[in-house]
T-cell receptor, first 117, second 107 residues
Framework: EVQLLESGGGLVQPGGSLRLSCAAS????????MGWVRQAPGLGLECVSS????????YYADSVKGRFTFSRDNSGNTLYLQMNSLRAEDTGIYYC??????????WGQGTLITVSS | EIVMTQSPATLSLSPGERATLSCRAS??????LAWYQQKPGQAPRLLIH???TRATDIPARFSGSGSGTEFSLTISSLQSEDFAVYYC?????????FGQGTKVEIK
């Protein structure tokens, strides 16, 4: 059974940093690209970033480019999203998802990030 | 960036009725179009990919169609568990973009 479990969310002040993790299990991790999708409170979905199976290729939404870094540890089946210079508009639920191969076929339950002073 | 536009914003229907949701892309995405269902407090769930291929364990009452810039999702006979928000997403280009969602609510 495919499982994705996010962690690392919480309350952070504007300008602060946070690192999200996503532990994956139930599939051959290196065979899949992965992504982060966020959802602001009461709003729609935004693809934040994606990473190839070997970790060599990443994509970022313009809204987070230069501030967020997406990486993966293929030996530990874990994803990381390092978020710096956080802004109020980064507030929301962050989901990690498996790209199977391009659409998102499995999603974690999400972790909430609140950027506020 | 490809803009995805869904209509209507809200669809008020009764159980057993047919629901038809629309999604339009600002430029062609061929058949690189997925539909997701999201219920309150839950993560989105993949329903359809490749415009018309049902994902694993998705009931046959869900069907998708379209190519290029015009797509639709049809639920042939609404069940109580189908009342939710539905999103389309293009995966032809980066950034992958979602529509703003269509809420299917009980009339």
């Amino acid at each position: 059974e495919v499982q994705l479990l996010e962690s690392g969310g919480g309350l952070v002040q504007p300008g602060g940093s946070l690192r999200l993790s996503c532990a994956a299990s139930g599939f051959t991790f290196t065979n899949y690209a992965m992504g982060w999708v966020r959802q602001a409170p009461g709003l729609g979905l935004e693809c934040v970033s994606s990473i190839s199976g070997d970790g060599r290729t990443t994509y970022y939404a313009d809204s987070v480019k230069g501030r967020f870094t997406f990486s993966r540890d293929n030996s530990g089946n874990t994803l990381y999203l390092q978020m710096n210079s956080l802004r109020a508009e980064d507030t929301g639920i962050y989901y990690c998802a498996r790209a199977g191969p391009y659409f998102l076929d499995y999603w974690g339950q999400g972790t909430l990030i609140t950027v506020s002073s | 960036e490809i803009v995805m536009t869904q209509s209507p914003a809200t669809l008020s229907l009764s159980p057993g009725e047919r629901a038809t949701l629309s999604c339009r892309a600002s430029q062609s995405v061929s058949r690189s179009l997925a539909w997701y269902q999201q219920k309150p407090g839950q993560a989105p769930r993949l329903l359809i990919h490749g415009s018309s291929t049902r994902a694993t364990d998705i009931p046959a009452r869900f069907s998708g169609s379209g190519s290029g810039t015009e797509f639709s999702l049809t639920i042939s006979s609404l069940q109580s568990e189908d009342f939710a928000v539905y999103y389309c997403q293009q995966y032809s280009n980066w950034p992958r973009t979602f529509g703003q969602g269509t809420k299917v609510e009980i009339k």
